[in-house]
């Protein structure tokens, strides 16, 4: 399986990439089919023209061999049809790097050499005899590749032609590289012409009478007897007739109606009073509802916009606070109890990483000003005034900062001493690259150097005695 797979994968990357995609619907599964318009322009083109016109619409496929190809997009269904949107078959194309290598590969039919025209085939499987003689355009891709296995296990005749064609619903282009592609005017008026044509010639209703089947019944024979007594006394009687048409005569029939009971029927039903008030009633209770709805609707809306208005509020206030604080210059317990806090408070890493740097600077900006301030001429045991006051309006704060500072000194003195590198005179008479009292020269690569180190890692006498274990008792040898 392994190999298997190392194979597939080096086909797919030795195949160029498609720039063109049609979905094909059938009635056993849709096709996603990817198109190599780049390296196969005229197959492409032509194919993806047909499917904009529906020509492939109600077509089959008529040939199936067996894990070989199966095919479609004749008109007539036989083999011997088609024709490409010119009108005149198009030549072959090749390419070197798109091989028959495995099933799911569309190709253009064709009886010869340059004869493609609208058939087209699906492989079944390896077909590497149809390298060279046919043109490999497109593929099938994804999990329709499954529809294809199940399409290639139909039953069919000795024509190897399905005994049940799948048949062609619907090409619908997803992806067109050729921006010039036109649907053409006469294909689309016949197009429609005939669906007109098919609507007209749709069957009319059947006008045989029903038979009716007595012999379904429990009691079919007196059912059947009952029927039959009706048939002949209506053929004796004929059509019925009603009094009007049979006494024209007589006087108590009037040949006009009264006008005043002309709209009976239309005079609209009068309700009583207990019916008129209980349905008032009704309509008061259902509008007192209503608006008890419609005043618990807006007392929660406006609840919530309250709220939303609190938070938006609380957001400002918070946003400002933490503008003063950034303006607000730190002093040096300040700075420390900010750090601490900055420390131990929950934020994400950008916030954190901007407040370390901040704080790293004012560090730094307050040693300079210290610097700076000092002055040199001073004697170094002349105390420094600070250079930074405290700065806090809590005086809790202020009296924290104020122990902070003295648990870490003031004294900055050490600022006004000067560095002085005395120069190491060697006695007279002695190179002082030569004297062994200011050089301690230790070769690794020396070998009485090695042996030392060698020496050094045995293990003595007295290391060995303390290995012993000294929780067991000793052995008593004597007897």
Same mark, same amino acid.
């Given at each position: 399986?392994?190999?298997?797979?190392?194979?597939?994968?080096?086909?797919?990357?030795?195949?160029?990439?498609?720039?063109?995609?049609?979905?094909?619907?059938?009635t056993r599964g849709?096709?996603?089919?990817?198109?190599?318009?780049?390296?196969?322009?005229e197959a492409c083109r032509n194919f993806i023209q047909l499917s904009m016109e529906g020509f492939y619409e109600g077509l089959i496929f008529h040939r199936l061999v067996k894990d070989f190809i199966i095919q479609g997009g004749d008109p007539t269904g036989t083999g011997q049809g088609g024709e490409s949107v010119t009108?005149?078959?198009?030549? *072959?194309?090749?390419?070197? =790097?798109? =091989?028959?290598?495995?099933?799911?590969?569309?190709?253009?039919?064709?009886?010869?050499?340059?004869?493609?025209?609208?058939?087209?085939?699906?492989t079944l499987d390896r077909a590497e005899e149809l390298n060279g003689k046919h043109t490999l355009f497109g593929k099938i891709?994804?999990?329709?590749?499954?529809?294809?296995?199940?399409?290639?296990?139909l039953a069919v005749d000795d024509n190897e032609r399905p005994t049940e064609p799948p048949v062609i619903k619907k090409v619908s282009v997803l992806l067109n590289p050729f921006n010039d592609i036109e649907p053409r005017p006469e294909i689309l008026e016949a197009k429609q012409a005939a669906q007109r044509a098919a609507v007209s010639a749709k069957r009319p209703k059947s006008k045989v009478k029903a038979v009716k089947n007595f012999t379904l019944m429990s009691f079919g024979d007196e059912a059947e007897e009952d029927e039959e007594a009706t048939v002949v006394a209506t053929k004796k009687v004929g059509k019925v007739k009603s009094s009007h048409?049979?006494?024209?005569?007589?006087?108590?029939?009037?040949?006009?109606?009264?006008?005043?009971?002309?709209d009976?029927? *239309?005079?609209?039903?009068?309700?009583?009073?207990?019916?008129?008030?209980?349905?008032?009633?009704?309509?008061?209770?259902?509008?007192?509802?209503?608006?008890? =709805? +419609?005043k618990a609707a807006r007392a929660e809306a406006d609840a919530i916009h309250a709220e939303m208005q609190d938070t938006k509020r609380a957001k400002?206030?918070?946003?400002?606070?933490?503008?003063? +604080?950034?303006?607000?210059?730190?002093?040096?317990?300040?700075?420390?109890?900010?750090?601490?806090?900055?420390?131990?408070?929950?934020?994400?890493?950008?916030?954190?990483?901007?407040?370390?740097?901040?704080?790293?600077l004012a560090m730094l900006e307050?040693?300079?000003?210290?610097?700076?301030?000092?002055?040199?001429?001073?004697?170094?045991? #002349?105390?420094?005034?600070?250079?930074?006051?405290?700065?806090?309006?809590?005086?809790?704060?202020?009296?924290? +900062?104020?122990?902070?500072? #003295?648990?870490?000194?003031? *004294?900055?003195?050490?600022?006004?001493?000067?560095?002085?590198? #005395?120069?190491?005179?060697?006695?007279?008479? +002695?190179?002082?690259?030569l004297d062994p009292t200011s050089l301690d020269l230790y070769d690794p690569r020396n070998p009485l150097n090695q042996r030392r180190r060698e020496k050094d890692k045995k293990p003595t006498k007295r290391r060995k005695e303390r290995l012993i274990d000294r929780s067991r008792p000793p052995r008593d040898y004597r007897r």
């Open positions: 399986d392994g190999t298997k797979l190392c194979a597939m994968s080096t086909i797919y990357i030795k195949e160029p990439p498609t720039t063109g995609k049609v979905v094909m619907e059938t849709d096709y996603d089919i990817e198109l190599w318009c780049k390296e196969c322009p009108g005149k078959p198009y030549r *072959d194309e090749f390419h070197s =790097r798109l =091989r028959f290598n495995r099933r799911g590969l569309v190709g253009c039919a064709s009886n010869g050499r340059n004869d493609n025209t609208s058939q087209f085939f699906f891709t994804g999990d329709t590749v499954y529809n294809l296995v199940r399409m290639g296990e048409d049979v006494l024209t005569n007589d006087p108590r029939l009037k040949a006009q109606v009264d006008p005043s009971l002309a009976v029927n *239309d005079r609209p039903a009068q309700l009583s009073d207990k019916q008129s008030k209980k349905r008032a009633t009704q309509t008061e209770k259902d509008e007192a509802e209503k608006q008890t =709805r +419609i400002r206030q918070t946003a400002k606070a933490e503008e003063e +604080i950034a303006k607000k210059p730190a002093s040096t317990g300040s700075l420390y109890l900010a750090m601490q806090q900055d420390k131990y408070k929950p934020r994400g890493k950008q916030g954190k990483k901007g407040s370390r740097e901040a704080a790293t307050k040693f300079q000003s210290k610097l700076l301030k000092t002055s040199t001429t001073a004697a170094p045991s #002349e105390p420094v005034a600070k250079s930074v006051k405290l700065q806090s309006d809590d005086p809790d704060e202020a009296e924290y +900062i104020m122990k902070q500072e #003295e648990a870490l000194g003031t *004294d900055d003195g050490w600022m006004q001493h000067r560095l002085d590198n #005395e120069a190491v005179h060697a006695p007279k008479g +002695i190179d002082p690259a």
